[in-house]
């Protein structure tokens, strides 16, 4: 029942930044942990940054540095703070929930919403 909503996409050049932000219709924790999932087209599901309840991060070996996920409880919004972006980020994006969350593979999503397009141009 709880809605994920995503925002914060669009195109910018490669090196430029974008902040993500994923609006929760209730406590974004309530499933265990949450994260950013993106996908290309023709490719996988990557999780990229995922966030434990008690605050534990696992970052994507191509993400670590350049993005930092972040939450504000009282508004239930999960953000994705991303910087020195490259051509390769390109994806749709999308904040998911789960509840289950690993050291090495992040939170694996139970659900998540529409999505927000990331477009990084060289």
């Not at 994705?80 to 998911?96: F, G, I, V, W």
Request: aromatic letters at 10%; proline letters at 2%.
């Amino acid at each position: 029942q709880v809605q994920l909503v995503e925002s914060g996409g669009g195109s910018v050049q490669a090196g430029g930044s974008l902040r993500l932000s994923c609006a929760a219709s209730g406590s974004l924790f309530s499933r265990g942990c949450m994260g950013w999932v993106r996908q290309a087209p023709g490719k996988e599901l990557e999780a990229v940054a995922s966030m434990k309840w008690d605050g534990s991060t696992v970052y994507a070996d191509s993400a670590k540095v350049r993005f930092t996920i972040s939450a504000d409880h009282a508004k239930t919004i999960l953000y994705l703070q991303m910087n020195s972006l490259k051509p390769e980020d390109t994806a749709m994006y999308y904040c998911a929930s789960g509840s289950t969350f690993s050291s090495i593979s992040g939170c694996s999503p139970g659900y998540w919403g529409q999505g927000t397009q990331v477009t990084v141009s060289s």
